[in-house]
């Protein structure tokens, strides 16, 4: 399985609407089309902020995990929202810090008119597959494998 | 409209499942049955970090909104995932600084066992209604009145 | 008075042995050189954490000023710590969100050979002259005129 | 030597007339008398914001230390400022998070009237002795043994 299709199948990436569209030595990008299910605000599609948050998370991780080729677990991560968000966003990611044990990446989303709605940066656990995190606990090894080997 | 009713008809807080169960004088709680398509995993339940964020930055607003009486978005949050959470998640927010512009909010996350998956600060705008910021343009007079209203 | 020698007459500013080099629409840059008292390390010179995030704080805090031109204190701050630091500092700040109530400025901190050592995020109240914040309490005001004449 | 005595040992410590009072089991407490050239204002002492997150930084460091047994470079810090400080500050910090590569810290900032004046949380790194980590090349070995032998 290539890493695009594992993360894109991760159930909350698919119940969100959001898809993975690039991933690879150290950056991804994502999109989420915007629902009225994703407002904040009864009356006008605002995008709350954990919508937002979520494709940061996930576009943020799928960077990670194409250096470091096994789970990495989000440790922190800020957000700033720069902008409201009142239309489908993108993010892009890029890891600024490729460590051992942990990395930083950072996110930026865009609307569709390409205004910066949000900016984020996350720290990431890298070394995942040593059983110490309790993240991987109920992880699958084949799809440990499968990460590792689409590295 | 009360203010714990107004946070639950917001379209994501269904969408989601989140609910407000508790607000007044800078706290507020809140909870969010796990469901399967809240998980990053294909193959366990574990909440996507952007699911426990959701809820935070929900309950964290709630909790601010309390004592602004105003619409006060999000300027910025830093999460910190401390577990797993596999189980329902509850969230307590409190507000540790009331600023005239600004409030800074402290949430918790636990899960069903009480254990503490999450702990975030976050920054919100709290002077809202000057029409100064961009989140208020779509946000509908009587909603402000009524969050006014039930300060 | 200039923005840049208010700046640089800061008492910290000059016992640390900073120096804002240059500020103006929202952009500031400034140095550090390092010295045997900056480390955090009896061995060898590798600035401590402390040193690093002081030049930071000055540099971002001079971007916010000069666009705001009021007190502007640091609301909160992220930094990420990227390589060790073991020779000069210098840092360049842009505000990447002017608001009314609120600024976001990133901060970037180099060594002497161009290595990005450190980067950070900072919020800062920009309304401070409302006399609403405790820290302009203790503010001369031929202090803020000066301020307020030099944006 | 003793934990507390290599952290007061350290130039910076030092130079800004820090103090670690207490160390050990994931906790730490410390103190910095607040002085003439500590002040970010030329007409009252008011702490810069690098003074009070130098004292952060330390006395978060020892905690973090007094569990790993090694060498701990910060990762990424938030520092929150709640009020100005005028008089003399101390800080206790206390490990929330200890897990084998990282942990995290949480640091709570008081003046002499008890006030709350800043709240920080950070993450470090603690494999620090791995050998992996730049941070750790210019560390004497004598003092990893001394820290190591310490825990």
Same mark, same amino acid.
């Given at each position: @399985?290539?890493?695009?299709?594992?993360?894109?199948?991760?159930?909350?990436?698919?119940?969100?609407? @959001?898809?993975?569209?690039?991933? !690879?030595?150290? %950056? &991804?990008?994502?999109? *989420?089309?915007?629902?009225?299910?994703? %407002?904040?605000?009864?009356?006008? #599609?605002? =995008?709350?902020?954990?919508?937002?948050?979520? *494709?940061?998370?996930?576009?943020?991780? &799928?960077?990670?995990? %194409?250096?470091?080729?096994?789970?990495?677990?989000?440790?922190?991560?800020? #957000?700033?929202? *720069?902008?409201? &968000?009142?239309? $489908?966003?993108? =993010?892009?990611?890029?890891?600024?810090?490729?460590?051992?044990?942990?990395?930083?990446?950072?996110?930026?989303?865009? $609307?569709?008119?390409?205004?910066?709605?949000?900016?984020?940066?996350?720290?990431?656990?890298?070394?995942?597959?040593? !059983?110490?995190?309790?993240?991987?606990?109920?992880?699958?090894?084949?799809?440990?494998?499968?990460?590792?080997?689409?590295?």
């Amino acid at each position: @399985m290539s890493l695009k299709s594992m993360f894109n199948d991760i159930p909350f990436v698919e119940q969100l609407g @959001m898809e993975i569209t690039a991933v !690879g030595d150290g %950056s &991804a990008a994502g999109e *989420l089309p915007l629902r009225d299910g994703h %407002s904040s605000n009864p009356e006008a #599609i605002i =995008a709350h902020g954990g919508v937002t948050y979520s *494709l940061v998370d996930t576009v943020g991780g &799928a960077a990670v995990v %194409s250096q470091s080729g096994s789970v990495s677990p989000t440790v922190d991560m800020r #957000i700033d929202y *720069l902008a409201p &968000a009142t239309t $489908d966003l993108r =993010a892009e990611a890029e890891v600024v810090r490729d460590g051992g044990s942990v990395s930083v990446v950072d996110t930026e989303v865009y $609307d569709a008119d390409g205004h910066h709605v949000a900016s984020a940066r996350g720290t990431y656990k890298t070394d995942g597959n040593s !059983g110490e995190s309790p993240w991987t606990r109920g992880v699958d090894d084949s799809e440990v494998e499968g990460l590792a080997g689409d590295d």
